[in-house]
């Protein structure tokens, strides 16, 4: 029989091991394993676990399950069930479904059995993971025949969801198809005690993927090797390994285009490096020149860039130490199997270019998750920039042709393979704080991210669900039964290719998990692009529309989170989301529970000119702020503190047009974001006009935030609506009071905030009974002001919950969407 996950090229024969001498058998159990446990080498893991604690039985795998029946001693059987959990493969999630006794078989051995295919199986994507400490033994051993080759890989690493194209998971079903496998790789796919048993990347040089190296000249490509960029699976002939590619293998070109590519990397010219789940723009991260022509050719003046740095030092840390401050949290981030990049403190001296994070006190880290990176890292010696390989807000481009056509103004030169990506994955983003790892951006490794569903009634969802996100750091979600599916970041919808690229991921995540959506949810914004889509698909389809308003979904999927919390008072503080009311809300306090959220509290509302302008021009909100408070210094503070020197005749015409129509309500609506009061404080605190990144001016006003600084007192009233406002006027003598150093203004404006909070969960429990108090939104993507609150909200007692593993800003929308939704499907 065949199986799914795991099929076999023939019948699969059963492998059996000798039971240890431990006496004899006292009982049978039936055990079964869920999750994702397929494709990732579970099966000869518990063949093994079997053989070390002596026990006798079986284990095979079936509609998306691995069943096991062991016999032997109950302390060994106890012992084989924690094992499945606490011991499993890397790329394993697994969960023990079920255990019960059974009847003894007198069976001597334990065996693999043959895989069962007699049902549908319960289908686990797994992601693609880091180059596992076996393959980097590998990598790095000159005997080995996979010595140095850029895509080795085994069951528990290498590419997973970038490469594969339908179900179930096998090799033709995946772009590693064009790569017929010699006979070498054959027989370790075919052996079961071998760990690329049925790895389905499996690859060596003789019979797969290879590289090429393709400099710039002027505007001008030239091929390092006859022939064009190499086409997906190119060299091979007939589906078998080509006469040509058996005698000159692809590793025979290998160290020479490594070689080209450290040469133009120490050189100072940014390659374009393809990677697992698409490109990167890669430099020396110690050359200042090389990391402002990358920024200038990007477009690209202030958002931080992202070092990869070698694994060196016992715990492979050493590089990174060299350069940042790590704690456990950062250290554990670091190393896992995700392999994030985390934001970390940087160490003084800074000795890498200043250019990386300017401003800031953080740096992105993280370390090589492929056997290429490793190979370039340890040719190079020292950490390089590895930054998205794409146009500002889109989706990392993953294509070779459309690389060099695209990114041809950026990159010096172009390290392409012929291994096709089927679908991008973005890194993945982390951020410690709070004492846990908290997920900024979903990505490679740790998407598409597989949930369950919080038990409701009547407890599984009678109608598979599509949730669409918002319009920034997309991502979409489908659930069905008790399961949800959250994907991979997809970016800003503002371009064709960001569409395009949702509409890929819409379309895979229902084939690959072979499940059609038949009601859509979406942010209740009606200019955003994932909702128009919504609303286009639910009307050609005949499916039910379900809109989410932003800061319920923001509630929502802090809820789906925590479902031991039933009673929730959820702050969700962010740039902007439509309000009920056709408001931009960004600063609420709702109470209730998924489905059934009251709003009990927000800020005093301020008009903003401008529109969408608002947030990239920090000085709208400011100047805001300071005629809706008729701020005595207001009209000359902005005038002299926000105008740049020599553009005072222009930016003042400007300026007069931005306050007769915030004057007459022209293009302005009502904010009570929190967001928006962040920006303004960054442009009177910071002189932060404009920003060329979303949250600039938040995150340098974090950066430079001082210690041990004291709140202002902001007031509390109801509304008309029984609504409480936190007025944010008293901030502004302070903000705007220059004889104060900015770092003390930005410590009073955190403190502040935080204090607001809590004056906030006061007032309200006073009235409304609640469990705990959770944190969600972009504006807690801030370490200062959410670690001020946590230890606030502490010392009074009150249980804090905060995001992990989905984003708190707009990455977690559609999570939440679903989860909002859940009772109304």
């Not at 690229?501 to 200019?527: K, R």
Request: hydrophobic residues 45%; aromatic residues 6%.
């Amino acid at each position: 029989m065949r199986c799914r996950t795991e099929p076999c090229s023939g019948p699969e024969p059963p492998i059996a091991a000798e039971a240890a001498p431990t006496g004899v058998a006292t009982e049978a159990r039936d055990i079964v394993v869920t999750g994702r446990v397929q494709g990732v080498g579970f099966r000869p893991f518990v063949y093994r676990t079997a053989h070390e604690l002596g026990l006798a039985g079986t284990v095979l795998n079936g509609s998306g399950k691995v069943f096991i029946h062991a016999e032997g001693p109950a302390a060994q059987l106890d012992q084989l069930e924690r094992a499945l959990v606490q011991q499993a493969p890397p790329l394993a999630r697994p969960r023990l479904a079920s255990s019960a006794a059974a009847t003894l078989s007198g069976a001597t051995t334990f065996a693999i059995l043959a895989s069962d295919a007699a049902s549908e199986p319960e289908i686990h994507l797994p992601p693609d993971l880091f180059t596992c400490d076996a393959c980097l033994a590998e990598l790095t051993a000159p005997a080995e025949r996979r010595y140095g080759y850029p895509f080795i890989n085994c069951t528990q690493c290498g590419p997973r969801y970038t490469i594969i194209t339908a179900m179930p998971y096998d090799r033709p079903n995946t772009s590693m198809t064009g790569f017929p496998l010699c006979d070498a790789c054959r027989a370790e796919y075919e052996s079961p005690l071998d760990r690329r048993f049925h790895a389905q990347p499996l690859a060596c040089p003789v019979c797969g993927p290879r590289l090429e190296f393709v400099p710039v000249v002027g505007a001008n490509l030239v091929r390092d090797r006859r022939g064009p960029i190499p086409e997906q699976g190119a060299g091979y002939e007939g589906g078998a390994v080509s006469p040509k590619a058996k005698k000159n293998p692809p590793s025979a070109v290998a160290p020479s285009v490594l070689h080209k590519t450290i040469a133009a990397l120490r050189s100072g010219q940014v390659v374009a490096v393809k990677g697992v789940g698409g490109y990167h723009l890669v430099c020396d991260a110690a050359n200042d020149g090389a990391v402002r022509r990358l920024r200038e050719r990007k477009l690209r003046p202030h958002k931080p860039l992202a070092v990869m740095f070698p694994l060196r030092g016992a715990d492979g840390l050493d590089a990174v130490r060299e350069h940042l401050r790590l704690d456990a949290l950062c250290a554990a981030a670091l190393l896992d199997p995700a392999r994030p990049i985390v934001l970390a403190p940087m160490a003084a001296p800074f000795r890498l270019s200043p250019s990386l994070a300017p401003g800031l006190a953080e740096l992105g880290a993280f370390l090589p998750y492929s056997p290429l990176h490793h190979e370039l890292l340890a040719g190079f010696g020292g950490p390089l920039v590895a930054t998205s390989g794409n146009l500002s807000g889109e989706p990392v481009i993953t294509d070779n042709a459309e690389a060099q056509l695209r990114l041809a103004g950026i990159a010096d030169a172009f390290l392409h393979h012929d291994r096709p990506i089927v679908r991008p994955a973005d890194d993945p983003v982390v951020r410690p704080m709070a004492g846990a790892v908290r997920t900024l951006r979903l990505g490679r490794g740790l998407a598409p991210l597989e949930l369950e569903l919080p038990a409701t009634e009547p407890g599984r969802l009678p109608r598979p669900l599509l949730a669409t996100g918002g319009h920034l750091k997309v991502t979409v979600a489908l659930a069905w039964d008790r399961r949800v599916v959250v994907s991979p970041h997809i970016g800003e919808l503002d371009s064709p290719r960001s569409n395009d690229v949702f509409n890929q991921v819409v379309c895979d995540l229902q084939s690959l998990y072979g499940v059609t959506a038949e009601v859509i949810a979406c942010d209740l914004h009606p200019g955003y692009a994932s909702t128009r889509w919504a609303r286009a698909r639910a009307h050609d389809r005949g499916l039910q529309l379900i809109p989410v308003q932003h800061h319920a979904a923001h509630a929502a999927a802090l809820a789906g989170e925590h479902p031991d919390v039933a009673r929730w008072l959820v702050f969700a503080w962010d740039g902007v989301g439509y309000g009920d009311d056709g408001g931009l809300w960004g600063g609420e306090a709702l109470a209730g529970r998924p489905g059934a959220w009251l709003r009990r509290a927000s800020f005093r509302p301020f008009r903003l000119a401008g529109g969408d302008r608002a947030g990239r021009e920090p000085w709208r909100s400011a100047a805001a702020l300071l005629w809706e408070a008729g701020s005595p210094v207001g009209a000359n503070f902005v005038r002299d503190r926000l105008v740049p020197a020599g553009q005072d005749r222009e930016q003042g015409s400007l300026l007069q047009l931005a306050h007769d129509a915030w004057q007459k309500g022209i293009n302005t609506h009502e904010s009570s974001a929190v967001g928006r009061l962040f920006d303004a404080a960054a442009a009177l605190v910071l002189g932060r006009q404009t920003a060329s990144f979303e949250g600039q001016g938040p995150m340098e006003l974090e950066a430079i935030a001082a210690e041990g600084c004291l709140p202002l007192s902001l007031p509390l009233a109801a509304d008309g609506q029984g609504v409480l406002r936190s007025d944010w006027a008293p901030l502004l003598a302070t903000l705007t009071n220059v004889a104060i150093a900015p770092a003390e203004r930005a410590g009073i404006f955190h403190e502040t905030l935080a204090q607001a909070l809590l004056d906030q969960v006061v007032a309200i429990r006073a009235t409304t009974a609640f469990d705990a108090v959770g944190l969600s939104g972009g504006v807690f993507q801030n370490k200062r002001l959410t670690e001020r609150v946590v230890a606030r909200l502490g010392q009074a007692g009150i249980d804090v919950r905060l995001h992990e593993a989905v984003p708190a800003n707009d990455g977690g929308l559609s999570f939440g969407q679903v989860i909002e939704t859940m009772r109304k499907v």
